[in-house]
């Protein structure tokens, strides 16, 4: 490994060295600073910021130490936010030290992105990962903006790239009661990921308000009742792989 | 009326228990009617003073704590006492084994080891069989509920692996399905034997049910041998035999007693609370095999299913956390298990205790060098304020890889088993292949036995048994249960705090300690 590789510096949210929740198996997670979207939903806004004041940048080195401490319990590490793809070359540098050390070699790593990112930058990162859970909000435009403030252009086409790659390796839907979650826009949805992936991987992340912002707080949380009518839809629609959360 | 005749008609009307506890509770107080057995005037001492506890074995021992019968010879050559030739079908198999059951002794008045059910099993279902995965799955079923029914308590233990099979798949699914507490399982894992799939699917019965409990396999086979077995709350004994008896020592009681500085006791002290435990050991053991001839006289001895040679005795322990807390170690306040100085004393004192313990003669211990094996005694349901066996008290444990290694340095230690539990979120059920990465971590760091607790899924490890939540709302709902080990359990739940555990990995929870606060 490269010297300059660990010497790459980066603002990292925090870290989890165990977590059943993250991708397969026992994973290392960690939260990278900084998310370009600026969701209603968001249940880790202090991760949004950029620039917070008064955290200090670390090492990629650090960063993989730790990593190294826990490896003999892991199964991977899931790199998320934040945004993870918001600091590409801390990102990337991580990414390869990972994969060169000798202690944390065998470890999977996967990243949690919301997919808005340059096509030039998943080429890059495409050769150093197994997998990449994506979250998509909605696909109609508009309500994408309403939801995160940004559009979903290069979501759809980040989606798209990954499948066609073999690296997507779950779908994530965060539905909000009355705000993304009707019956046809469901349909839909699961249209357009069947047609990225017949086999596709799709994670229902029900709103809860547990941890969301103030201004969140009029939204609806999803009932027992509305898990069921998700599965009943999303199945109906020919969604096999299916997690209702 | 004399105390004696109080107590027995008090357990003759006791509306609490079955009649079959209220024969078990019978016989106890017939037994302890007879003077103990003859000891030093210092050991009664100790006894007074809970330094040392005979876990209310009973004063005149009469049968060998555990039990550990040869169940494949008897399989193999069928038994003249039980009147049943060697079995040729799955059916038979599984008659004969119950039948046997019903003659095997052990602490509780039936047997705390059913045997290596997968081997025992595996030639019954061969191809040649015609036994289908339904069937078998049925046939299985049947068994798991009539011992269930039948036997009294949730230390009874069948032992499973390391190899893969039809016999070991289908108990894994049967005892998901059934949400039974009886019996307890075991899973021998070995890394280069048990399959990756096979761990899978054993963690996704812990998570329906809280079983099976781990070991790992080449450790237990480089202190035990080939052929032993895991019972009752995790003892880990040789095969063909057993233990005679279990004495604990209170290692904060042995340091509150000390006449001693607290920086002698491990050298001034200790070694003579070793002696006194070993003394009562000594004089159990001499009743069990002088004066009732047990081992002559017992039909499982007999037919050549057990042997005194293959017998030994557990010295067990517990208290570590509190002698540590009392020898004053580490700073902080936050002690054995999170302060590196207080877990490295702890580490210290195991390993002086077991060195003391294998150098002291006890009788009829032949099958494991003369001497006892130590053992991290996983708690009753009466301690109060004192830790069970070497675990890390309950509401103090860290976080999973910190608590493994704090503990993992204890287990080379203690052959005869050790426990400690550790509580998952009930998310691990989506994915089991975290808490097999977990396992093979955990072996691989030196971990001997592995517990897991899993919340939700309505059963609670106690010391090492289980109980379902609904029977201990039963209890306190009529005062009544099947099983006798429900009733302790749900003591223990009360008195050991056992609501407390830590869970691992709480959702939301980060480490902030590698960067600065978020803005």
């Known amino acids: 490994m490269r010297e300059s590789t660990v010497q790459v510096k980066g603002l990292v949210a925090g ?42 940048q670390v090492s990629v080195g650090s960063v993989l130490d730790r990593v190294i401490e826990s490896a003999p319990f892991l199964t991977g590490v899931t790199i998320t936010g934040g945004e993870p793809t918001m600091q590409p070359e801390f990102l990337e540098a991580l990414l390869v030290a990972l994969a060169e050390h000798p202690a944390t070699a065998h470890l999977t790593r996967l990243l949690d992105s919301n997919g808005d990112a340059p096509a030039e930058l998943w080429d890059q990162l495409i050769p150093l990962i197994d997998g990449v859970m994506l979250d998509v909000k909605v696909l109609d435009p508009e309500r994408h903006f309403v939801l995160t403030g940004r559009g979903n252009r290069r979501v759809l086409a980040s989606a798209s790239r990954l499948a066609a790659k073999g690296v997507l390796h779950e779908v994530r839907l965060m539905l909000v009661p009355g705000i993304n979650d009707a019956d046809g826009e469901l349909t839909r949805t699961a249209h357009w990921l069947l047609s990225l992936d017949p086999q596709v991987r799709v994670r229902v992340n029900a709103y809860r308000r547990h941890g969301t912002r103030a201004c969140a707080r009029h939204l609806l949380e999803v009932t027992d009742a509305d898990r069921v009518r998700y599965r009943e839809v999303l199945t109906a629609a020919g969604l096999r792989n299916l997690t209702i959360g | 009326m004399s105390e004696f005749e109080l107590s027995v008609r008090a357990c003759l009307a006791d509306p609490g228990l079955t009649y079959r506890q209220r024969v078990q509770a019978l016989a106890l107080l017939a037994e302890n009617a007879l003077p103990p057995p003859v000891v030093s005037e210092d050991c009664t001492r100790a006894q007074a003073k809970a330094v040392v506890h005979d876990m209310g074995e009973g004063n005149a021992p009469y049968r060998p704590r555990y039990v550990l019968p040869d169940y494949a010879t008897a399989l193999a050559r069928g038994s003249a006492h039980l009147e049943l030739e060697a079995p040729t079908t799955l059916d038979d198999a599984l008659t004969f084994l119950l039948a046997m059951y019903a003659g095997v002794p052990s602490i509780t008045g039936y047997p705390v080891y059913l045997g290596d059910l ?153 070694p003579r609370h070793v002696e006194l435990t070993a003394e009562l050991m000594a004089a159990r053991i001499r009743h069990l095999v002088e004066q009732t001839g047990f081992y002559r006289h017992d039909w499982l001895a007999r037919e050549g299913l057990i042997s005194l040679d293959r017998f030994t005795a557990m010295f067990g322990f517990f208290g570590l956390a509190e002698a540590v807390e009392l020898a004053g170690v580490g700073g902080g306040g936050a002690g054995y298990g999170r302060d590196e100085r207080a877990t490295a004393f702890g580490h210290r004192i195991v390993a002086r205790l077991a060195e003391l313990v294998a150098a002291t003669p006890l009788p009829y211990c032949e099958a494991t060098g003369g001497h006892a094996l130590l053992h991290a005694q996983s708690g009753i349901d009466s301690d109060i304020g004192v830790t069970a066996g070497a675990r890390i008290p309950v509401g103090c444990e860290p976080p999973l890889y910190q608590h493994i290694r704090a503990v993992a340095p204890n287990h080379r230690h203690v052959p005869a088993g050790i426990s400690d539990v550790f509580r998952f979120e009930p998310t691990v059920g989506a994915n089991p292949d975290a808490v097999v990465a977990v396992l093979r971590g955990a072996f691989a760091e030196g971990m001997r036995d592995m517990t897991f607790d899993v919340v939700g899924n309505g059963f609670v490890r106690i010391t090492g048994f289980l109980v379902r939540e609904q029977d201990v709302a039963g209890i306190a709902a009529d005062g009544r249960a099947r099983h006798a080990s429900s009733f302790l359990g749900a003591g223990s739940m009360v008195n050991q705090r056992l609501s407390e555990r830590v869970v691992k990995a709480a959702p939301g929870g980060t480490d902030q300690a590698l960067a600065g606060p978020a803005g």
């Open chain 1, 15 to 56: 870290t989890v060295p165990f977590s059943a929740v993250d991708g397969t198996g026992s994973r290392y997670v960690i939260f990278l600073q900084g998310c370009g979207f600026d969701c209603l939903t968001c249940h880790n806004p202090g991760t949004i910021p950029s620039q917070p004041r008064g955290m200090r």
């Open chain 2, 118 to 270: 997968d081997r025992l099993l595996e030639p019954f279902v061969g191809p040649e069989s015609g036994v289908g995965d339904a069937e078998l799955d049925a046939a299985l079923t049947r068994f798991w509920r009539v011992i269930d029914r039948t036997m009294p308590d949730a230390f009874v233990h069948a032992n499973l692996g390391p190899d893969d099979g039809r016999v070991v798949r289908s108990i894994l699914r049967v005892d998901a399905a059934q949400r039974q507490i009886v019996p307890n399982l075991t899973l021998r894992v070995d890394p280069e034997r048990t399959p990756e799939d096979l761990l899978r699917a054993a963690v996704q019965t812990t998570c329906a049910d809280g079983k099976p409990h781990y070991v790992n396999d080449p450790m237990m086979r480089a202190d035990l041998g080939q052929a032993y077995g895991v019972v009752s709350c995790y003892n880990s004994l040789p095969y063909g035999g057993g233990a005679h008896t279990l004495v604990r020592l209170d290692l904060s009681a042995s340091l509150r007693f000390a006449e001693v500085p607290a920086e002698d006791w491990l050298e001034r002290s200790l």
